[in-house]
């Protein structure tokens, strides 16, 4: 098989596209066989290694964590050649520890969406991917050891909680989840993990905690004023902490990340509708190509 070409990819806020060093900027729009993505992608290179941005929510946070298309965004990464993706996202902590302004490099997630479709492969294909560590080892210990190298307090690990939205927490489900020994909480990267691992690109989530959402007595209840506050002060180390992981993700993955599909696909090739054939076949012809 061929050295592939690395390019990462960045899902954020709008702005980490806004960072010293990237060149030949420029915007792409893709249509993609599951609808829209969130926004055009900005391509650009950092470093000497290529680089991918996309809005999350879309320029001007338009779309609500339940309403992202999750598929079209991942997607569209694959079209454009991404085999990395740091996801970074602003999220609640569920522990003492974890103050408003840290950071953590998750490694392991609970589900609690109800509405999200979050796999690729439905109507007449299936596939069983591994998922028991969703997070690519590999590009969380780049980021984390980047993290600390220019001063980033960044925690090694830890479970992200992915609530539906788009409202907050009760005060009694944040108390139930604080009982699971989770880390953080989120509206967003669950279905990008899961979709990223489908599409065979490496994934690992950077998560800014702004809160205490609301079980901590001691402090007040989580508001969005004050989560852009936070954000706010942390875009500088979201910043630098893209800046300096990228150039560093320029070689040849080693990590099972790029192979998730090869024994995952369950349908008879024969009998996998022409119609699926076509919609993902930017997954499946490395393997079933005749």
């Not at 539906?164 to 699971?180: D, H």
Request: charged content about 25%; hydrophobic content about 40%.
């Amino acid at each position: 098989m061929a050295e592939e070409e690395s390019i990462v990819g960045v899902i954020g806020g709008s702005g980490l596209y806004e960072i010293e060093g990237l060149e030949d900027i420029r915007r792409e729009a893709i249509s993609t066989p599951f609808g829209e993505p969130s926004d055009a992608y900005v391509t650009g290179v950092l470093g000497g290694v290529r680089m991918v941005f996309l809005p999350r929510h879309g320029v001007g946070h338009r779309i609500s964590p339940s309403e992202i298309n999750y598929r079209a965004n991942i997607w569209g990464l694959k079209r454009l050649g991404v085999t990395r993706i740091v996801s970074v996202s602003a999220v609640g902590s569920m522990r003492e520890e974890l103050a408003p302004g840290q950071f953590v490099a998750v490694d392991q997630f609970v589900d609690r969406t109800r509405h999200r479709p979050d796999t690729f492969f439905s109507d007449g294909v299936v596939a069983h991917v591994l998922f028991a560590d969703p997070v690519c080892k590999d590009l969380q210990e780049t980021l984390v050891g980047v993290g600390r190298e220019n001063g980033v307090a960044i925690q090694d690990g830890g479970t992200y909680l992915n609530m539906e939205g788009p409202q907050f927490s009760t005060r009694a489900e944040s108390r139930t989840y604080r009982t699971w020994n989770v880390d953080v909480i989120g509206m967003t990267n669950m279905q990008e993990a899961r979709l990223a691992r489908e599409a065979e690109i490496c994934y690992a989530t950077v998560a800014m905690v702004t809160d205490y959402d609301c079980w901590h007595e001691a402090e007040e209840d989580v508001t969005v004023e004050a989560i852009l506050a936070t954000m706010r002060a942390n875009i500088g180390h979201a910043r630098t902490l893209i800046a300096h992981s990228v150039p560093r993700l320029g070689g040849e993955r080693t990590c099972a990340c790029k192979e998730a599909l090869r024994y995952a696909i369950m349908t008879e090739p024969a009998r996998i509708p022409p119609a699926a054939r076509d919609r993902l076949g930017l997954f499946l012809d490395k393997y079933l190509a005749t």
